[in-house]
């Protein structure tokens, strides 16, 4: 099956210009091909631009345990919608992801449901080190220092001496320390609570700080690869500097552009771990963005029924959809002429594929992947949530009017969403990952 995109304005790794494009199966057969070349399905793109599908690298799709909030078959098509071609999921899901076994049961699963492409994080846990060290079919190892019960809480100071001196995989952690977060809880609480906002001072700056210069230091120390996810405030990005190609790190929608101004409208909808912290934090965090010092945008997309979240606070869960909507969240800063178009798809395309080793993914070059997004930049619309596609059926900025949507979202050579409407027929498979290269971000030391 051959299919030409024609007349597209493409963002290709090099330049950004119209450009044709022929795609054989599931490949990119060649960019600009000779005149005449033959094609089964010809794509007229006048006035779009063409785009690497969108790789998210922090999902969460409640599959298997918690589906009534999402599963993998509603997320994927929830990222199908927003342009995401590629989904990277998170391993607290019930049971947890903390072994081969029920990392394989969970790439089965999807097989079945995705109609994008996929993989899954395995977990530490306090015991599981034996697992790490031998886990394959994975982007790499996911500790929850903070905000995890039971066993997948890992902030024994000897445990992750080991996870990073021991493993090789590369590693991503939710960093908030959990003694500073139980004495903040319990001074609170003591207090007396006074609404969702208490959120942010119990998870505050300190608690990401402590945390992110633990993980940095044994990072560096132990000479592995590690991934800071959902950075929250300015005070972490100081940690980044001189990290020898071994530190990578990425912002979160939610954390550039909501505030703890905004509890006041949002309320529980806004209660995230981290936590949302200033509007100094968000200028911060763009600016690392600009600068290079964060180098992916990804969604750490974690639904909840609106009944779970409309609960009053402590008893309210964290955690907000975005996987749909994140995509035009971007391009509509290129609308107001805060970042370029080129900037987007390296934060959230190229990027996130050279972090985690991705084979064929994150570009529009000869011989990757047929995932590919057309957008058009001059569209306007507002999000509401009767229109979400995720099971759980909202959005913090329902209202909002965004400039800059996607409009049809191409998955291994196939169309999977097209101006509303889906083919919900599996279509994406497996990412496959060259750890043993090293990887485009690695020390070379």
Request: aromatic share 6%.
């Amino acid at each position: 099956m051959r299919t030409l995109i024609q007349n597209a304005t493409c963002v290709l790794p090099t330049e950004t210009r119209q450009a044709d494009v022929l795609i054989e199966d599931s490949k990119i057969l060649g960019i600009d091909p000779p005149a005449g070349a033959a094609c089964d399905e010809t794509i007229d793109a006048e006035g779009l631009h063409l785009l690497p599908g969108i790789i998210d690298d922090h999902v969460h799709f409640r599959d298997p345990g918690l589906t009534h909030k999402e599963d993998l078959h509603t997320g994927s098509l929830a990222c199908a919608a927003g342009g995401v071609t590629t989904f990277l999921e998170m391993p607290n899901t019930i049971p947890p992801t903390t072994t081969q076994e029920i990392l394989s049961a969970k790439l089965d699963i999807a097989a079945s449901k995705c109609v994008v492409n996929y993989g899954f994080y395995i977990a530490a846990s306090t015991e599981n080190l034996d697992e790490l060290k031998k886990a394959t079919r994975t982007p790499g190892i996911k500790i929850f220092i903070g905000s995890s019960t039971g066993n997948l809480l890992v902030d024994d100071q000897d445990a992750l001496e080991a996870i990073f001196a021991e493993t090789t995989l590369p590693i991503t952690a939710h960093c908030e320390d959990e003694a500073t977060v139980r004495a903040n809880q319990a001074r609170i609480e003591a207090e007396g609570y006074t609404g969702h906002s208490d959120h942010s001072k119990i998870r505050n700056h300190e608690a990401a700080t402590i945390a992110t210069a633990r993980a940095v230091d044994l990072s560096r120390r132990h000479k592995h690869r590690f991934h800071v996810v959902h950075v929250s405030t300015a005070n972490e990005i100081e940690l980044f500097a001189d990290h020898g190609g071994l530190l990578t790190a990425e912002a979160c929608p939610h954390h550039l552009f909501f505030n703890v101004d905004d509890y006041d409208r949002l309320g529980s909808k806004v209660q995230m771990n981290p936590a949302i912290k200033t509007k100094a934090d968000n200028e911060g965090l763009f600016a690392a963005l600009l600068d290079g010092r964060i180098q992916v945008v990804a969604t750490d997309h974690a639904p909840h029924t609106l009944e779970e979240k409309d609960q009053p606070y402590p008893q309210s869960p964290s955690g907000l959809p975005a996987v749909e909507n994140s995509l035009p969240l971007m391009l509509d800063q290129v609308h107001q002429g805060n970042c370029s178009l080129d900037q987007v798809v390296s934060w959230m395309c190229d990027a996130p594929a050279r972090v985690w080793d991705m084979v064929g993914k994150g570009r529009i070059q000869e011989g990757y992947d047929a995932d590919l997004v057309l957008v058009d930049l001059a569209r306007s619309a507002e999000i509401r949530n009767e229109n979400q596609t995720t099971k759980c059926g909202w959005s913090p900025w329902h209202g909002k009017t965004l400039t800059g949507w996607p409009v049809r979202t191409i998955v291994m050579g196939r169309t999977v969403y097209a101006d509303g409407k889906f083919d919900e027929t599996p279509a994406g498979t497996e990412v496959l990952f060259e750890h043993e290269r090293g990887g485009f971000w690695a020390s070379t030391s």
